[in-house]
């Protein structure tokens, strides 16, 4: 019998570390390129409507003093905001509710909205979202 550096039991167990180590590497390289491709986008929004909040596809526009672009899914289970009641933005799966600025008032969601960098023209009126 077999112990110590020259076991199979050993060999097993170095072997799968290092498979699973080169995975996961392989795996971050995929995903920092996937996120790196991502970014690169933009989306142009006109601005032709002067309500205090606006919705857009994947974005919430808040039109306040100054412009902020908020993600449209709620931090708690990722599903679509749509509603604006009563100065709240509202999540329809599970009553959470945010401010204007994209902070939680009401859980289950404890994280704040992503928001989203832009630019705006104003000779076109449009808002560009860099993404």
């Known amino acids: 019998m077999k ?9 097993l167990k ?4 290092l498979i699973g180590a080169v995975c996961l590497g392989l795996w971050g390289s995929m995903v920092n390129s996937q996120q790196k ?4 986008k933009t989306i142009s929004i006109s601005l032709n409507d002067n309500r205090t ?4 596809d994947d974005y919430i526009i808040i039109n306040k ?3 902020l672009v908020l993600s449209s899914y709620c931090t708690h289970l990722g599903c679509k905001i749509q509603t604006f ?5 509202i999540c329809p799966c599970h009553g959470s509710s945010f401010d204007l600025d ?4 009401k859980g289950p969601a404890i994280k704040p909205l ?12 449009t808002l560009t979202i860099k993404i």
């Open 3 to 11: 112990s110590g550096k020259n076991s199979r039991r050993y060999f």
């Open 14 to 17: 170095t072997a799968g570390s």
């Open 37 to 40: 491709n991502i970014s690169k």
């Open 53 to 56: 909040v606006l919705f857009h």
């Open 65 to 67: 003093e100054q412009l």
């Open 85 to 89: 009641e009563d100065g709240e933005l």
């Open 102 to 105: 994209g902070n939680p008032i």
């Open 114 to 125: 992503k928001k989203f960098e832009y630019s705006t023209n104003m000779e076109t009126k």
